[in-house]
């Protein structure tokens, strides 16, 4: 895979730029991507995907596929998810978490946990929570404690209120709740 030729700061730059000001500018994200540049590729598809230009969205995240991005396979994976193409968003997720990308694990837990799966959902869970994903901890400590495993469900909680924010505690508690179990 191509390294990105831009940082993190000019991608936001692109997420947060109108259309009209990135033509006015010149801007060479749409050259860039062309031309390989996996992040541009990946921030145009999120432009484009915010702005609800689903066929945009799609050319560009489907560059990022191509080249190996576990972010586009994720981004891509979500639009597929979204048209209900369940098995092909699985598959792109699959990719990318196997990758590393922690968010991509969090819906792999999701979906398996939607087809039975407890067993696929924990692993992929675990795997969220030990990348160090807040929303990931905050799963795996639920699964455990509905798994009867209350003292290390209270261990992932209490890394998500030290990775997390203010809300953090509010998110466990809601998440807790939305299950029907209690907190140790």
Known sequence: MRRSMIDASEAK???????????????PWPARAAAGDVAAAVSLGEYYYRRNQRAEAEQWFGQA???????????????????????????????AAEAGYAKSMNNLAGSALQRGDRDAGLKWA???????????????????LGAGRGEDARKWFDAAIRAGDLGTRQRIADQVKMSGLTLP
């Open 126 to 144: 675990e795997k969220a929570a030990e990348a160090g994903n807040l929303t990931g901890m905050i799963n795996y400590g639920v699964l455990l």
């Open 65 to 95: 596929v191509a080249s190996g991005s576990p972010e586009g396979c994720h981004d891509l994976g979500v639009m597929r998810q979204e048209d209900g193409r369940a098995a092909e968003a699985e598959e792109l997720f699959k990719r």
């Open 13 to 27: 730059r692109l997420r947060t730029t109108s259309r009209a000001a990135m033509l006015a500018e010149r801007a």
